[in-house]
């Protein structure tokens, strides 16, 4: 397994991503950090395997009802069908995100209601999980450290940095797939960013584009994930990046920056951009212009919300008034994405919706997907 931390530039905040899973190492600004500091808690081990099932879910953190019936659906699934790894789509922890390392709310909002859902969890950081003064702003980036943080307490909870990529296999000079989690959140608050080191076109900004984009053409993994908590195209109310919340001027709010870094380091170089952020479900089309790079958006996994007056994206399947998750299940060969929506009154997980994907084709064309309901 390879994980990788956080940028060029060795800092406290920086330090705070722990240690990698088990049997390897974070690097943390070119410093390798041992498993040995992980504060005595034997993390899950990161699956060794050509084909794996993924447990996708995002916007779960509330510890409500919705979220207890989603993780009751999950795990009913995962148990029949088997799960390897899961991900966490960011706003882990509603409203303001957690007040400390070993603040309660990740027992409340996470273990708890995972419990048996017992494989490694990639997280990324939501909004929520930022808040400032205003909950969900965003406006207060550092707050993410602590979730970073809360790696070195749990066996599940995968954060080694705000930053980082798991390939699987590990030690496989061609892996089944990578994953490349990151943070968008300073880059599409709700308010100014006022920490110099999260400005749009701060010191975390530029490190991890650089980041990304080096890894990404660096990977020799038959199929690339990238995940964050906003998703580039999005037929749900917060719209798609770079007119987000229908606002198109401002170096936050719209999200420009958000849709740049898709466009400029993504597009064209991981075959799925994965995002919640919109409490929905949706499978989009691989859309020519995004050189096959298609986006999944799964942030229904504790509240619903609607569909765009005019959404502008093609989608081979939605869903706006469910709560749900997906499974992705990877193999060399293809992805099957599975869709899973809740019955009304009984909470029982609902086979929705299957698509598989069999290819990426060359930049510029589109992508050849097969879909079957």
Known sequence: MRTQGTGTGVSRRRVLAGAGGVGAAAVLGGVSVPQALAAGVDKLPIPDKAELTVLLTGDAGTGGDGQWQVADAARTVCARRGVDLAIGLGDNIYENGPESDTDDEFQSKFERPNAGIDVPWLMVL???????????S???????????????????????????SVAVPGGADEPVAEFFAIDTTPLASYVLQTDPEYYWNGPFAREQRAWLKQSLAASRARWKFVFAHHPLRNNGTHRNAGEYEGISCGDYLSGKHVKELYEDVVAGKAEFLLGGHDHTLQILDTAARYQGTQQIVCGAAAKTKGRADE???KAFWEAYDTLGFMLLTINAQQVVVDAYTLEPGTGEPVHAYRHTRTDRLPAGTGGRAGAAG
């Open 126 to 136: 939501g909004n929520h999980d930022t808040s400032g003064i205003i909950p969900g």
């Open 311 to 313: 959404p502008s994206n």
């Open 138 to 164: 965003g406006g207060w980036p550092s707050r993410g450290d602590h979730e970073v943080a809360y790696h070195a307490h749990s066996a599940r909870w995968y954060m080694p940095g705000r930053y980082y």
